[in-house]
């Protein structure tokens, strides 16, 4: 049987939304609904490897996918996905018998604290919170300097800092944030910090002032600018959680998370 994203939304369907687990048919590849997983949500992060759990595994790094097995589990590799986590790899059967296995669970994201409208807010921090980040620093020893002189610019603190600490990836799968910005808009005054799925790009206008006061510009896929009078953290913590947001994804997901797309 060729396993296709049809053949995984037919088991994840028969999973549903519970936390459970199922064996599946022996003559099933295991890396090949691993590839399609990966497809679909992106790199995955390794619970279990020939028998071994990640000491670093816990209620928020996925350690419901692995309750039900118990010890089990030869090697499991997991998804964050809004409020679930899906997993799969190979665990053994009653009798002991290594098999391909595709398991799901809850996946709990703190709650971010509420806003007061005058509050001055550390905007990195509260993304931190709303997407339940807890990696260490993923680029620490980012080389701003040498970024910059290429540049020919400083660059904002908070975008250095989203940098930082998640490094190179894509918020809830969706909202990419670069490395280091792309000049492919130098010419219109934009500098290109983040972008989507949908070709949106997200921008700073840079009007040669402050760098930590430089507004966001999303250059739509249609190619009109649309301004925010806000920073770069700001407005993706907006974009995750305020349904009124015109680029919002509050109405898609509950939940939020960060891939980060040098795998963990």
């Known amino acids: 049987m060729n396993l296709t994203q049809t053949t995984v939304n037919d088991l994840l369907a028969r999973l549903g939304p519970s936390d459970g687990f199922m064996y599946l048919p022996s003559g099933w590849e295991p890396r090949a609904l691993t590839d399609l997983l990966a497809d679909r949500y992106g790199a995955p992060r390794t619970l279990v490897l020939d028998g071994f759990t990640d000491p670093t595994v816990d209620e928020l790094r996925g350690a419901a996918l692995l309750d039900p097995l118990g010890d089990r589990a030869v090697t499991i590799r997991a998804w964050a996905h809004g409020d679930q986590w899906v997993g799969t790899g190979t665990a053994r059967d009653g009798d002991g018998v290594e098999r391909p296995v595709l398991a799901v669970a809850h ?78 808009l130098r010419e219109d005054g934009l500098l290109i910090w983040a972008g989507t799925e949908h070709q949106d790009l997200y921008c700073w206008n840079v009007d040669g002032g402050d760098p930590d006061h430089w507004p966001v510009v999303v250059r739509s896929c249609d190619n009109g600018d ?39």
């Open 107 to 184: 996946r709990r994201v703190p709650e971010p604290s509420a806003i007061a409208p005058d509050e001055d807010v550390d905007w990195v921090a509260r993304l931190i919170r709303i997407t339940g980040w807890t990696q260490p620093a993923q680029q620490p020893d980012a080389r701003w300097a040498e970024v910059e002189a290429r540049l020919g610019t400083k660059l904002p603190t908070d975008y250095k800092r989203m940098v930082e600490t998640f490094g190179e990836g894509a918020f809830d799968a969706y909202l990419r944030l670069n490395r280091e910005p792309w000049t492919h």
């Open 226 to 264: 649309i301004p925010f009078d806000c920073r770069a953290a700001q407005f993706v913590c907006r974009v995750l959680v305020d349904p009124r947001h015109p680029f919002t994804m509050a109405r898609y997901f509950d939940t939020h998370w960060f891939m980060n797309y040098c795998g963990n």
